[in-house]
């Protein structure tokens, strides 16, 4: 199960763990690179010395390669830029934003750079810009969404471009992954599936919702504020979604989910917590380790591709 997205990032397969906030951090990010995959420690919010310091409990963890996501949007972006440089992280992901301005200190310390992207404009920007590769993130993903679905998204991408693409959202199992290559990725791209895995440090009633839900318990909220993000349905959401229909303000809808993802990640209130998944919530049924999780992912899509000449 090797593609040119593995070779070039040297790894064994072509499966990253999404930079998930509160969730990505550097026990589930070594666990994933050490099963093979691209583990990413999920900058988020966080200052810069979190990151530092999850850069290097994460190294005494594996010695293969992982990443850093930057939210673009955070006031210590321009930080967490230099301490990717600084630490030398192989792979950087950037969500929330245009990484332009950092692209030619990440290029000259040879860091392959992966913006995710919701749009077929965006994707050849990011190529023009020096990107390695691009994901193309369609609104079947948990948390903050774009408008088209992976299966449209994809190939419109794949067309559109020369650097590898990566497929996410809506990923849950072989089945996905074999999808995902026949629309032209190079890869893919899965948060959901890697939240209930042993290494994962959420809250077990987090874990417990996810394993749980059933297809129908996503919801989207903040279509009305043009921030729409996608979380299982609680009494958080009934609440906002209600709101909405009234017509609150945008700052009413914000101090209502304030800290909310926090709550159900370290909390564990997933009532009124932000609980973040993606629409495959409703296949996800067992926990396992990263490792068993990653060789049942590829053990179902070689049965697959068995057809196919290569996985290029």
């Keep these: 199960m090797q593609t040119e997205l593995s070779r070039s990032l040297g790894i064994t397969y072509p499966i990253i763990q999404g930079g998930m906030a509160w969730v990505a951090e550097h026990h589930l990010a070594a666990a994933v690179s050490e099963a093979g995959g691209l583990g990413l420690i999920g900058a988020a919010n966080a200052p810069a010395d979190w990151v530092r310091e999850q850069i290097r409990e994460a190294k005494k963890l594996t010695e293969k390669p992982f990443g850093v996501n930057i939210m673009l949007m955070s006031p210590h972006a321009d930080e967490v830029a230099k301490v990717v440089v600084e630490e030398g992280v192989k792979v950087v992901t950037t969500g929330a934003g245009n990484p332009e301005k950092y692209m030619e200190q990440w290029k000259d310390a040879k860091i392959k750079v992966i913006p995710v992207v919701a749009s077929v404009a965006l994707a050849k920007r990011m190529e023009r810009s020096g990107a390695d590769a691009v994901v193309a ?15 449209t998204l ?132 067992e926990r396992m380790s990263c490792q068993d999780l990653i060789q049942k992912l590829v053990r179902e899509t070689d049965a697959l591709m068995k057809g196919v000449a290569s996985y290029e």
Excluded: W
């Design 137 to 151: 993130e369609g609104c079947e993903s948990g948390g903050h969404i774009g408008e088209s679905t992976t299966m």
């Design 154 to 285: 994809v190939p419109q991408v794949a067309d559109a471009v020369q650097i590898p693409v990566i497929a996410a959202g809506g990923i849950a199992d072989g089945r996905g992954i074999a999808a995902a290559l026949m629309l032209g990725a190079k890869g893919v791209q899965m948060g959901t599936c890697f939240v209930v895995t042993d290494e994962s440090q959420v809250h077990d009633n987090y874990k417990e919702r996810i394993l749980k839900a059933k297809d129908i318990d996503t919801k989207v909220t903040g279509r009305s504020t043009g921030h729409p993000i996608r979380t299982l349905r609680n009494e958080m959401t009934k609440k906002y979604m209600e709101l909405e229909m009234q017509g609150a303000s945008f700052e009413e809808l914000e101090y209502l989910t304030l800290g909310g993802l926090r709550k159900a990640v370290v909390d564990g209130d997933v009532k009124n917590g932000s609980v973040m998944a993606g629409q495959i919530a409703g296949m996800v049924r």
